[in-house]
């Protein structure tokens, strides 16, 4: 499954703030992190808030796309949309 992230890196918190639509109509999931976006923490705590909510291994998360982008892609193992319901809500 590959999931469109917008990360906030210093956010305060990590979590998710629910969904919004890019200028196109395409969903993506709003997320922050508390760590700077320095050497790649950002990413990492991104990848491990993803799978810690999912309830997955960290491996099965990936960084597909937008290593140094604000929006970024993930391909992620295991999951299906009902999941991703269940945990961040509807999609828009």
Known sequence: ???????????????????????????????????????????AALIAFIAKSLRIPKSAVRLAAGATARVKRLEIDGVDEADLERVFGPRP
């Open 1 to 43: 499954m590959l999931l469109a992230v917008r990360l906030t890196p210093r956010g305060g918190r990590d979590g998710a703030d629910g969904w919004a639509n890019d200028a196109d109509g395409r969903p993506y999931l709003k997320v922050r992190v508390a760590c700077p976006p320095v050497e790649g923490e950002a990413n």
